[in-house]
């Protein structure tokens, strides 16, 4: 599902900030990707889903080259990787129906299949009765969880997730981890960043640690393994 041989991103100012990352990640897997802050999390991910490109090395998302790729079919392959961030992204002026509709309209999906799709969604994240509020009229959680809708209606075969509980509360961080992992079961390959010591712990899965912009530890059923 997600294939990278030797993977380095040196970033313009010369910060090296992944060296030499290998690994495959198979169709249906959930994976952690732990580390110290500054370690290069957010870089790897970012080249999963294209945001930027290696400087060297192959990446291959569901049998698609990312470093190749012309920018003109990126539409196309981000139909097939959902993202979600710690901040949520979603658009204020928009609806919740339209921020979810809109991940449909970009890839010009036909207008019924978008109103059938976007409410299944809703109604997978349980905020059906929120499709007509504001992004701002809902909790942090709440927003998460539209997040969550927008990424996966597409029916992605990848979900990267970038620290998505970072501003939640414990409670929240725990509704959230069980939706991925519900939409994992139903299966969508999940990569999450997280700093969520207490969560990796519990929800026991493989574990991917990187320091310096390079693979220390990579564990199936593995643990936080850091004091943070
Ligand atoms: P993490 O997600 O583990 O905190 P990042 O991937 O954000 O790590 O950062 C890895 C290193 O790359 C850090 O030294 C960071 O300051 C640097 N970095 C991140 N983005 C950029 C950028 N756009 N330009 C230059 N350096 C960057
Ligand atoms: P197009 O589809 O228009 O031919 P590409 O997707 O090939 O464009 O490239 C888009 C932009 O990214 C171009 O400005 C290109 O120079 C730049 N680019 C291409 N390959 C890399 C790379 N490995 N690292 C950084 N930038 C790149």
């Given at each position: ?26 169709r ?5 990707i ?17 945001e ?19 920018q ?37 999906a ?18 059906k ?100």
């Amino acid at each position: 599902m997600i294939e990278m041989q030797d993977v380095w991103k040196t970033y313009p100012d010369g910060t090296h900030a992944v060296r030499g990352i290998t690994l495959k990640v198979d169709r249906n897997e959930f994976v952690y990707i732990v580390g110290p802050s500054g370690a290069g999390k957010s870089t790897f991910m970012k080249m999963v889903y294209r945001e930027e490109r290696p400087t060297k090395g192959q990446i291959f998302v569901n049998g698609v080259n990312l470093v190749s790729l012309k920018q003109r079919k990126l539409p196309y392959v981000r139909r097939h990787i959902g993202v979600i961030f710690q901040d949520f992204r979603l658009l204020p002026k928009l609806t919740i129906f339209e921020n979810i509709a809109f991940a449909m309209e970009v890839i010009e999906a036909p207008k019924r299949l978008i109103k059938k799709r976007t409410m299944e969604v809703l109604e997978l994240v349980k905020l059906k009765d929120k499709a007509g509020s504001l992004p701002s009229q809902l909790s942090g959680g709440e927003q998460q969880r539209i997040a969550i809708a927008r990424a996966i209606v597409n029916n992605p075969a990848v979900i990267i997730a970038d620290e998505p509980t970072g501003n939640l509360d414990p409670d929240t961080s725990w509704g959230i981890m069980k939706l991925l992992e519900e939409i994992n079961f139903r299966g969508t390959t999940i990569m999450m960043a997280t700093h969520n010591k207490e969560m990796v712990n519990t929800f026991r899965k493989r574990v991917i640690a990187i320091e310096k912009g390079m693979v220390v530890r990579d564990e199936l059923r593995g643990e936080y393994g850091y004091e943070d």
